[in-house]
């Protein structure tokens, strides 16, 4: 346990060769954030030495090896964790390969077993490239769908979180095509529960949550779609009313989203990843965090991909990781 029993928050490192490596040397650099939590960065220290020699970046003062620790040593202060997974050298910045992807997928499987041993309170992840996962033959679309996979939930969905814009999602990483036929009553429920706990833990009252429909003007009564909103949303709405939630909707998607609206919703459930990305992207950019609901850990991530064209140049914000690992923090206790 650390002098003044700040929460320890793991960084994970994302891809090598996107802007990971710079934000993690600006987390560890960071003595507001040093104040509020301990980070700790999974990542390759050999990486870092040629990030921060790259950026005029300052290195941490504490390193550990991988093994030190699975020995059970922990620290207690700003530390890297040197995982060496691959070969530092042969990482070129921007572009995506096998090793990386490998790489940055070691960083989550080692932080996702330190959360559910309990050696720390939460995991912000940094970016990864899914290209370079799927290089590696790791074929997961996602961070989301690895922690819900390694953590067996047995139910959990993405929130893109912001003082801004809230929106949770029923469907995530998949083709518009596949959509319509991933919805249904329980799924679209669970989100909608999901999201009020959280928003709950979040600010301590019951929010208050709107639901988009799926098709233009919400269906327009059956006239668009195959009747989604009818047949899958609005039982949903009803269940979860029943069960004392505050939500509205299915609400047509074009006007969801409007200030008048935004100033009395606390959080939006969206049918699929544009749905809600795109306002939250809008409105939120350099602020909005990424968590998993429904996990036995908390897990939080930036809301932004690994920049390859500026990668290992020092001037990717940080904004979204800080947002990410602070909401880690408080998610945790």
């Known amino acids: ?20 490596p710079e934000l993690a040397l600006r987390l560890l650099a960071d003595s507001q954030l040093a104040r509020e939590v301990t980070p700790l960065v999974f990542g390759d220290w050999r990486i870092l030495q040629r990030v921060a020699s790259a950026t005029q970046l300052p290195l ?39 090793e990386t992807g490998r790489a940055s997928y ?3 499987e080692r932080a996702i077993d330190a959360a559910l041993a309990g050696r720390i309170a939460g995991v912000a992840t940094g970016p990864l490239s899914k290209e370079a996962l799927h290089a590696a033959g790791i074929h997961f679309p996602g961070h989301t769908e690895i922690f819900a996979a390694r953590c067996a939930a047995p139910r959990w969905c993405m929130m893109q979180y912001s003082e801004a814009i809230t929106c949770t999602f029923v469907t995530v990483h ?39 429909g799926l098709n233009p003007h919400a269906g327009e009564h059956g006239l668009f779609g195959d009747r989604e909103e009818e047949r899958f949303i609005v039982p949903a709405i009803a269940a979860a009313r029943a069960r004392g939630i505050q939500v509205e909707g299915p609400l047509p998607p074009d006007t969801a989203f409007v200030p008048a609206k935004r100033a009395t919703a606390d ?18 950019f350099d602020s909005a965090v990424n968590t998993t609901l429904g996990l036995p850990i908390v897990r939080t991530s930036v809301d932004h991909g690994t920049a390859a064209d500026i990668a290992w140049r020092g001037i990717a914000n940080p904004s979204s990781l800080f947002a990410a690992v602070r909401l880690a923090a408080k998610l945790s206790r």
Request: net charge negative; aromatic share 6%.
């Open 267 to 284: 959080a939006f459930v969206c049918m699929y990843h544009d749905q809600g990305h795109i306002p939250v992207k809008a409105l939120a």
């Open 1 to 20: 346990m650390n002098a003044v029993n700040l929460p320890r928050i793991v960084m994970t490192m994302g891809d090598p060769a996107g802007v990971g």
């Open 174 to 212: 998949v083709g518009y095509r596949d959509v319509p036929a991933l919805l249904s009553v329980e799924r679209i429920l669970d989100v909608i529960e999901l999201t009020a706990e959280a928003l709950t833990r979040l600010r301590g009252r019951s929010p208050h949550i709107v639901v988009c």
């Open 60 to 98: 941490p003062a504490w390193v550990i090896s991988a093994a030190e620790w699975e020995a059970g040593e922990t620290p207690e202060v700003p530390a890297v964790i040197d995982w060496q997974t691959l070969d530092a050298e042969s990482v070129v910045p921007g572009l995506v390969t096998a």
């Open 106 to 108: 070691t960083y989550v």
